[in-house]
């Protein structure tokens, strides 16, 4: 998966049938839930399932034996700032259940929510996110009607810096 993301926090879903420039489009763009922001404790960004593995039609591969082992870290890029995940659950997630929620603080829900999204994990990865860590979960349709999406989870294991006033300061 290589796209840009967009975020309207007006408009949760404007980016579904609209281009980056937004004018309609039947395949949308990657976006962020309007109701998170970068500093969300848990941030979902949503993808349309393509049927030529564009967008996150590859994100499908999950379901094969094995693809977690080889393909389980991936990193998003903001303007400033590189944040490497590792997936830590994959599942068929009820549209608009629990895994859809946002606004947490750390603190004792908070981790029922991430050992709950370990619990219906479709495979036991080892990786156990704590409640001081950020969560992202990639959710796309299954292509099995409008009650389950796949929702893939995973941790914010690092951020670094790429912006370059600031790379220049600590001589990276």
């Known amino acids: 998966v290589d796209y840009p993301l967009m975020h309207t926090p007006e408009d949760s879903e404007k980016y579904l049938r609209k281009d980056f420039y937004g004018a309609y489009s039947i395949n949308g763009v990657p976006f962020l839930d309007g109701r998170c922001s970068l500093e969300s404790a848990n941030l979902i960004i949503y993808g349309h399932n393509m049927n030529n593995g564009t967008m996150f039609g590859s994100l499908k591969k999950y379901k094969d034996d094995g693809f977690w082992k080889e393909n389980q870290y991936f990193t998003v890029y903001s303007e400033t700032t590189a944040y490497r995940y590792r997936i830590f659950s994959y599942e068929d997630a009820v ?14 829900e908070y981790q029922k929510f991430i050992d709950q999204m370990i619990k219906d994990s479709d495979v036991d ?47 990276n």
Do not use: F, M, W
Request: net charge positive; hydrophobic share 25%; aromatic share 4%.
């Open 95 to 108: 549209n608009g259940g629990d895994v859809y929620k946002v606004g947490y603080q750390p603190g004792e």
């Open 125 to 171: 990865t080892g990786v156990k996110p704590q409640t001081s860590n950020k969560i992202l979960t990639l959710s796309t349709c299954t292509g099995n009607g409008y009650s389950k999406r796949l929702a893939i989870h995973a941790v914010c294991i690092d951020a670094q810096t790429t912006d370059e006033s600031k790379l220049k300061e600590t001589g």
